[in-house]
């Protein structure tokens, strides 16, 4: 028979396991051992995302020195994993917190910015304060894809039906990403 992982190999797009980055691990130690803990639950790649806080970022200087801190501490990891084959193949992206379609077209052309290709994982914060249907279009019009990360666990305006504006994302062209 064989093994379900290797049939159906599992690609994480959304993890936060670039050490002592933001809210994810804090050592490479912590890293391998989640990763060990992916691979051994099937999963062959995995798109390490920290935060890259657009909005906190006022200049294209602050967003470079954020990307270059993610680099150096992925590049870490990515070392302490040479040579293993009990976890994923990794890869370096980034979770985008765009609150608004000013934060996102600071950094929607930026080659050096997303997920693999020509996705863009974007958050937009927890208390939504209308559709942000203008972030899914600013990703859109640039040539870019959205993942829209984690829709199940925003809290929507009052009388809002949650499944709508879902709904309504993707009729506009994003993917979702329910954790």
Not at 88 to 110: K, N, T
Not at 132 to 141: F, G, I, Q, S, W
Request: charged share 25%.
């Amino acid at each position: 028979m064989t093994n379900r992982a290797e049939a159906f190999p599992i690609i994480d797009l959304h993890s936060h396991l670039v050490p002592g980055v933001d809210d994810g691990t804090r050592t490479v130690e912590e890293s391998l051992e989640a990763l060990r803990g992916l691979f051994r639950e099937g999963v062959r790649a995995a798109v390490t995302t920290p935060h890259l806080l657009v909005a906190h970022l006022p200049t294209q200087e602050s967003v470079q020195r954020e990307l270059d801190r993610h680099r150096r501490a992925f590049d870490e990891l990515q070392a302490a994993c040479l040579g293993r084959s009990d976890i994923p193949d990794l890869y370096l992206g980034q979770e985008i917190w765009a609150p608004d379609a000013v934060a996102v077209r600071r950094i929607v052309h930026r080659p050096d910015v997303g997920l693999p290709g020509k996705f863009l994982l974007v958050e937009f914060g927890f208390d939504l304060h209308g559709s942000h249907n203008d972030v899914v279009k600013a990703v859109l019009d640039a040539g870019r894809q959205i993942v829209i990360a984690h829709p199940e666990r925003y809290r929507y305006l009052p009388g809002v039906e949650p499944l709508e504006v879902m709904r309504g994302w993707q009729d506009l062209g994003a993917l979702l990403q329910v954790n």
